[in-house]
């Protein structure tokens, strides 16, 4: 089972990127796919998560500027999106995937979000 992570980059603050992240390898629906990031020098936190069932939560950080969503064009709905708007320079970090399956929790690898002032 592997995560596969894409979209970050370099943007100028206020605007926008959509990270995307598969899980392959499985024929199960993760429980909930979520979207963590982590900052230079600071602690990995959660951003948002979507359960199978479409329940999503975000952090309070996000301020209704991220949308995340799961691909429901397949059973299994293993791709997430995490939609970014209004960037601005505090959420540069490193955006990490992440899925629950039962007991067992997946990550991918980090892809990169730079936001310049």
């Known amino acids: 089972v592997q995560l596969q992570a894409s979209g970050g980059g370099l943007v100028q603050a206020g605007g926008s990127l959509r990270l995307s992240c598969t899980l392959s390898?499985?024929?199960?629906?993760?429980?909930?796919m979520s979207w963590y990031r982590q900052a230079p020098g600071k602690q990995r936190e959660l951003v948002a998560t979507?359960?199978?069932?479409?329940?999503?939560?975000?952090?309070d950080f996000v301020e209704g500027r991220f949308t995340i969503s799961r691909d429901n064009t397949k059973n299994t709905k293993n791709t997430v999106y995490l939609q970014m708007n209004s960037l601005k320079p505090e959420d540069t970090a490193a955006y990490y995937c992440n899925a629950q399956i039962g007991i067992r929790t997946y990550w991918g690898q980090g892809t990169l979000v730079t936001v310049s002032s």
């Open positions: 979507e359960t199978n069932g479409g329940a999503t939560t975000y952090a």
């Open positions: 390898g499985t024929i199960v629906s993760a429980n909930t």
